[in-house]
Every structure is written in C-alpha cells, then in structure tokens.
C-alpha cells in the first residue's frame, strides 16, 4: 500500500491506515501526482486533554458527582424566533424535559454587553472599572467563569465559529494570551481565510465544502467526546446561521438536534450540564422595526438540560429552577447559577433546609444576579435584575402620532443626543432627522405615584445622510425637558459607512463625509 503522509508544521507523519492525533489542529491537503494541483483542502480539530496520565486532575469525571458545563451560544435569536426556526431542536429539548426561560430579558445593545455579564457577572461599564480601561487593553486582567472552574480542576475552553467578529475582537484586542486551556480561535481564524466563502453580509457562511456552523458543530461534539471522561467547562458560541439573517437559523436545526442526539447517545447527557442561549433578537431589518421584533429583540432564549440522578439529588434546587421559568431574569442571572454549579454544596436540599438559607437570600437579592436554584420575587423589578429602562420589557406602550408635538420633540432630541456623540469627530457629518417613522408612549406598571413627574417616549426616525435608522427611549419631566435614556439603537447596518472612525459605540451613529463626498 502506498504510504501516506500528513503534515504539520515543519512536520510530515507518514501512515498507511490510521494514526494517533496529538496536535490540536490539522490542516489536510490533498494533491494530483505533480503536486501542482490542490484536489481537497479542509481542516481538522483535535481536542486535547491538558491534563496527563498521573496528574491528579486526569479523568476525574467518573466516580465525581460534580457535572461538566457545556454552554452553546447563537447570535441574535430571540426565544420566539428560536422556536420558528429550529422546531426540530425545540422538540427534541421538549422530550428531554429541558427547563426555558420565559422571562429572559436583555441587559445591553448587542453580543458584548450580554455576553460580559454571563461570563463574568459584570455590566460593561463595571468590565470598565474592574479590569478594561479602555478598548486598547487586553481582557487578560478579567477574571471569568472559566478561571473558577478551573481552579477546581476543570478543562477549560472557549470558542466562536466567526472570529472576525468575535465577542472580545470585534474592534477590541481581545486576549494576549490563551484565557482556557483548548482555545480553537487559530483554527477559526484559519478555516475562516483560507476556506470561507459566501461572505454576503457580515459572516462568511461557508466554510469550503460545509456551512460554517457545520464546522463548529463538529468541534463541539470533538470536545464533549474527548472530554467525557473529563471535568470540563466549555463556551461556545455560534454567529454564521443567526447573525445576518432572520430565518438563516432553520437551515441548521437538523444539524444542531444531531448535536444533541450525539451527546445523548454518547453518554455525555448523564454528566453534562448543558445551557444553551442567545444574547437578544434580531437587530435589525424589516422584522425589527415592527412592535413584536421590538420585543423579541430584548427577550432572547436560555434552555437547561440536567441529567436525571442531578434533577432527584437536588430536587429543591431543580424545583426553584422551574419555578424562576416565569419570573424575570437576566444574563447576571446565568452567571449566579454558573457559580453554584462551581460549588454544589451550595444547592443540596440539605442546605436548603438549613435556616441560614434565610441569611443567603437576603445578600443574594443585593447583586444584580440571582442564582435560578434559588427563588426569584415574583415582583422583581427591571432595576432590581440589572436590566437598564431602555431594554425592560415590563412596559407597556400605545402608539402616538408621528406629527404630534412630543413624538417630535423626542425625536428631536435623539437627532440632538446623536450628534452630541459625534462632536469630537469632525470627520462625522451632521446628522438631521429626514422622517419619524413610529412613536409611543410607554406605560409603567406599579408607578402611578409617578406618572405626574415623567413620561417615557420610544421613537424610531430617520437621518440624512445616511439614511441611519435609530430607536430610542426619551424621557420627559418639567424640569428637563426631553432626554434620552440609556443606548440609542440603530436598527439598520451602516457597513462601512463609518469606516473613518474606530470606536466601537459610535461607528452605529457617525457617517463619514470626505468618505462619500459629503
């Protein structure tokens, strides 16, 4: 049999029928005789366990009553759309008796804001404060959820499939070094340059013969199979299918309930937890500019998958899960929950039944998040779950005329508050409203004392030039008049309308005038 050989590096392995992989990534190139031709090209993830036969970390899943984490992300899926577009999958979490949450609102704008808080328990601005002064510093001095558990003897990883527009890269600098221990970003990076196609909006979709989320799905089931005898925390989050396109998720729903099918049928359930989520609905778009993308784009989706004997050992614990489906929560709420299962003593029905539980709710309900195996006030607040005014989707509103004098004078102070933002970068055009497209009036529950002292105006305009589509919360009281609150969102893509500036908040705002001859 003619030999075969593969090659890494400076490297070349030669093989007749099969060989044991120690490197983490491959790249296969196949050839015609000369050598001259490129046949096939594709890539290959290997997972590795950092851990060594002797090392008292190794294998120490069997035995363990703790569980494995394996969280899945995808962009931009609100719960409702996630339901549209992947029924397979949602039926398949159904026959598991997977626990969703119905009451999962937003924190911030977009991927970054919902993500940080997840990962680490911190707002940006607190990500601000802590350890990331400013979007030329590295993340490296950030503590995650990933470093607790692999203070416990956890392998670590994290990975997206779109790396360009990863969460900590996307016009910030990310990592210097390597923040977990199986960390597939060089691969990515690599797939998405060398083999990426169809690259229509923001993401490549393809990644050679496969959809990238393909790609990913099959790194995901590499990790968990490697992993199984293995204590293992995994983050992985998927943009290809979700990013751009509203109903791009359906064309990897079988593929993603193969995901799950695989696990299941590996064993890898019965010592898993699995969470999957999303960070917010769809952005922008036709959809989005209607009253339900509005909500759907601050109510995002989170499932949680427990193995059986977990569900009857911490049956007080998966009760109070259960009960929190309904109440409102939020990403720090995930975090909250991230760290019990660091430390599982802290959900055992024994410590439920302790009276010093007493104790730990009441310093629990002074953070921002709340672990979900404990009870959530039905009464919770937006305020009291971190979910700044602007995101809560607790109000209810009734439309205005688009010609009435508040609906203008709050838009007006959206086109104001805008080019404020943009004062210190000449190379911004001035922006003016060219139409108000919606406006409402938002209702507050449980404030009548305060309906005398402010109103609450969302408005959705245009600017020329550029046409830019923005949306905003505007609040007016006697005393200031008309503000806005919180973010103003842009419900359209600028592409590279901005690209004379870098900051990552203003390029939704700025238009760049030498650019397009302004």
Known sequence: MKMLCFRYSEFCYEFTDSVVVNEEFVKVICTSDDGNTVIYKDFFAFPQNPYKPGDPQYNNGPGSDRLSVLMIGFDGVSRLNFVRQMPRTTQYLDEQDAISLLGYNKVGYNTF?????????MSEAGLQKNCWPDKQSVFDNCTFIWDQFKS???????????????????????????????????????????????HRLNIKLCMGKQISSQVYNDLIKSYAYRMKNQLSFGF?????????????????????????????????????????????????GSFRTTYQGFLEERLPFVYFLFPQWFKEKYSTALANLHLNRKRLTSPYDIHETLKDLVNLTRISNEY????????????????????????????????????????????????????????????????????????????????????????????????????????????????????????????????????????????????????????????????CENQWGI
């Open 113 to 121: 804001p919902n993500v940080v808080p997840v990962l680490t328990g």
């Open 152 to 198: 416990q003897g956890y392998v670590t990883s994290y990975g997206e499939d779109a790396p360009s527009i990863g969460t900590f890269y996307f016009l910030k600098r990310g990592f210097r070094k390597k923040p977990v221990d199986y960390y597939p970003r060089p691969f990515s990076l690599q797939v998405e340059n060398e083999t990426g196609t169809h």
């Open 236 to 284: 992985f989050w998927t943009n290809s299918l979700t990013h751009d396109y509203l109903n791009l998720p359906r064309i990897g729903d079988q593929a993603f309930k193969e995901v799950l099918t695989f696990l299941k049928r590996d064993g890898i359930f019965n010592r898993t937890a699995i969470i999957l989520l999303s960070d917010h609905g769809m952005r922008w």
């Open 352 to 511: 439920f039944t302790n009276r010093r539980i007493k104790q730990d709710m009441v310093s629990k309900t002074s953070r921002l998040g709340q672990s979900l195996f404990r009870p959530i006030s039905p009464d919770r607040s937006c305020k009291n779950a971190g979910i700044p005014e602007e995101w809560c989707s607790c109000h209810t509103n009734k439309p205005l005329s688009i010609t009435s004098k508040e609906s203008q004078e709050a838009a007006a102070a959206v086109v104001l508050q805008i080019n404020s933002l943009l004062s210190g970068y000449r190379q911004c055009a001035d922006l003016k409203m060219s139409k108000l497209v919606t406006a409402r009036l938002e209702e507050v529950p449980n404030k009548e004392s305060l309906k005398y002292l402010f109103k609450d105006y969302i408005v959705t305009l245009e600017t020329s030039p550029g046409h830019g589509l923005f949306e905003a919360t505007v609040r007016y009281s006697h005393n200031a008049g008309f503000t806005v609150i919180g973010a103003i969102s842009r419900l359209n893509m600028y592409g590279n309308q901005s690209s004379c500036i870098s900051n990552y908040l203003l390029k939704l705002y700025c238009f």
